[in-house]
């Protein structure tokens, strides 16, 4: 079965300082990859997306994802992160790799910036 | 425009007792999803509309578990003789008609949190 694995359940940075998030999935076929943000007390919310052309993707507030294919991986990055970016992040891939059907989530990151 | 509304924000309720849940999707918008969010447990899938039908429900965890979608826009989640285990943020999700813009993305309601005492 498709799964989506988050190597980090929580991560603790300092701000200015670098972000990577892993992220892996388990599907062989065309796959659309997504990366959801989850602010306290917010809902899920869209960061950015890839499905199709140029493996790199940007996103909002500076955020930046990868997707290398031989890989299976869509790591999320962002160059330096600031204290308003704590919050949980989830990556997801769309099960049937097209444009409907359900995501499948990882397990999520919980990342917290120090002030 | 509106995003994805979900009633009630809270719910609490016994053990043994049904409770149903609702999601209105972003107007326009031809599929609806839930999940389940549990804590450490991530988002789990549980059943995805297209119109009316459900082509896929497999991620129901047990028959006490039913949905429906009217008019191809309002959903309710029925959840029967509720359990503890039940207890978690039930999230609904729509997306539009298949797009080179949309391409599978989901537009997340605020979710229930329901718990089961």
């Given at each position: ?115 | 425009?509106?995003?994805?509304s979900q009633s009630p924000s ?11 849940l609702r999601?209105d ?87 229930t ?5």
């Amino acid at each position: 079965a498709q799964s989506v694995s988050q190597h980090n359940h929580h991560v603790i940075l300092s701000e200015a300082a670098s972000l990577e998030l892993g992220c892996n999935y388990s599907y062989g076929g065309t796959v659309n990859l997504f990366w959801y943000v989850q602010y306290p007390g917010q809902h899920l919310q869209l960061l950015l997306k890839y499905f199709s052309g140029d493996p790199l993707v940007k996103g909002i507030k500076g955020f930046e994802a990868e997707f290398i294919k031989s890989k299976f991986s869509f790591n999320l990055r962002k160059p330096s992160v600031q204290w308003s970016d704590t919050a949980e992040y989830f990556c997801a891939v769309n099960k049937y790799g097209g444009s409907q059907g359900n995501l499948i989530f990882g397990k999520g990151t919980k990342l917290s910036v120090k002030p | 425009g509106a995003g994805v509304s979900q009633s009630p924000s809270n719910k609490v309720t016994e053990k043994g007792k049904d409770v149903e849940l609702r999601c209105d999707p972003i107007s326009g918008h031809t599929a609806l999803y839930w999940y389940r969010q549990s804590l450490g447990q991530g988002l789990e899938f549980l059943i995805y509309f297209q119109g009316n039908s459900a082509p896929d429900k497999s991620g129901l965890p047990s028959d006490r578990f039913s949905a429906e979608r009217t008019g191809g826009s309002v959903s309710t989640l029925t959840i029967q003789r509720t359990q503890q285990e039940d207890s978690a943020v039930y999230l609904c999700a729509s997306s539009p008609m298949p797009s080179v813009a949309s391409n599978g993305e989901q537009f997340f309601g605020p979710g229930t949190r329901l718990t089961v005492l």
